[in-house]
């Protein structure tokens, strides 16, 4: 007789699958990060390289509330052409078991032989890049000033089916952008402009649909030290 599996309790934690195994990690945590950042603080991303992992991501959020609103909201989600399957994860983050106490050090063998192998890496060159990467993704840089904003471009205040986006970050796609735009009705497409990693255009079939997503995504944070801002594109 088959028995059901009982859902797994409500977590901080969420775990993905399904994920398209050709995008690469970086941009893959960047994406996942833009998209699920709507839903509350994330205080973590973490996704599988090896051949066992792949395809795999946790998102780690602050509270329980923002993780159940972004499951029952992102489950399915056309993610890179393949819907997102998303379930609670079975076990605590450590980032969550720091934040309420209960984070246990893990065996100090281990431990110390990883911040070797770390050290190794850094005197040839390779661990400051992915530390940089790695604190971009969890929202901490430490020493690092955040990027001052850009000089802003005025947009209009007429209703316009196009949106001009400005204070982009220097990572941003336009695989990225649509992501985050075609979750609204009328989403037509996405234009980034030559030259300009800060600007980009999006256009909704109506000047109604597109207020919808300017009222909802402006200043949307795609990382935690870019707001996005959005007006109406001159007519």
């Known amino acids: 007789m088959n028995q059901s599996v009982p859902p797994l309790p409500p977590s901080q934690t969420l775990y993905i699958n399904n994920l398209n195994e050709k995008v690469k990690m970086e941009e893959l945590k960047k994406s996942l990060y833009a998209i699920f950042s709507q839903f509350g603080e994330i205080l973590e991303i973490v996704a599988g390289k090896s051949l066992k992992t792949r395809g795999q991501a946790f998102v780690v959020f602050k509270d329980i509330n923002s993780a159940s609103n972004a499951l029952r909201s992102m489950q399915g989600f056309p993610f890179y052409e393949k819907p997102m399957r998303i379930n609670y994860a079975k076990k605590k983050s450590d980032a ?20 070797k192998d770390k050290r190794k ?3 040839q060159g390779g661990g400051e890049p992915k530390r940089l990467m790695e604190n ?32 982009l970050p220097s990572e941003t796609t336009e695989m990225m952008l649509t992501m985050l735009f075609e979750q609204f009705p009328g989403f037509k497409e996405t234009r980034l402009v030559p030259g300009r990693h800060d600007i980009a255009f999006v256009e909704f079939n109506t000047d109604t649909e597109a207020a919808q997503a300017k ?3 402006n200043h949307f944070k795609i990382t935690p030290t870019n707001a996005m801002q959005i007006t109406f594109a001159n007519k």
Do not use: C, W
């Open 215 to 217: 009222s909802a995504l």
């Open 96 to 115: 969550v078991a720091k934040l309420d106490g209960s984070y246990i050090a893990k065996d100090k063998t281990k431990f110390q032989k990883g911040l």
């Open 136 to 167: 971009m993704i969890t929202g901490s840089q430490p020493g690092i000033q955040p990027p001052q904003t850009a000089r802003p471009i005025n947009g209009s205040g007429v209703p316009h089916k196009i949106l001009f986006l400005q204070n």
């Open 121 to 123: 890496s850094h005197e």
